[in-house]
Nanobody, 122 residues
Framework: QVQLVESGGGLVQAGGSLRLSCAASGRIFSNNAMAWFRQAPGKERQFVAGITSRTASTAYADSVKGRFTISRDNAKSTVYLQMNSRKPEDTAIYYC???????????????WGQGTQVFVSS
């Protein structure tokens, strides 16, 4: 069974940086695409970024392109989300997920972490 554990959330000022980590257990990590989603209060869960397993190809939501970077370390079974130039609208709970392909629909992913809260103050 795959377990995903996010860490690194917290409070950051607008314009600041923060890095989220997601540690995965199980062999499935190395064979799955990994993605970050976020969910703000009263809104649907939104795709943020994804990375494939073998080629580490990446995809980003337009709202974060150029500011966020997703990466993975297969030796550590960990995926990262480097967030720069934070904006107040980035405030949300950030979730790590694993699935066969990178998809923007959250229903396409098989495994989820518990989420980590990120606050961006203006």
């Amino acid at each position: 069974q795959v377990q995903l554990v996010e860490s690194g959330g917290g409070l950051v000022q607008a314009g600041g940086s923060l890095r989220l980590s997601c540690a995965a257990s199980g062999r499935i990590f190395s064979n799955n695409a990994m993605a970050w989603f976020r969910q703000a209060p009263g809104k649907e869960r939104q795709f943020v970024a994804g990375i494939t397993s073998r080629t580490a190809s990446t995809a980003y939501a337009d709202s974060v392109k150029g500011r966020f970077t997703i990466s993975r370390d297969n030796a550590k079974s960990t995926v990262y989300l480097q967030m720069n130039s934070r904006k107040p609208e980035d405030t949300a709970i950030y979730y790590c997920s694993a699935g066969q392909y990178i998809r923007v629909q959250h229903t396409s992913y098989d495994f989820w972490g518990q989420g980590t809260q990120v606050f961006v103050s203006s």
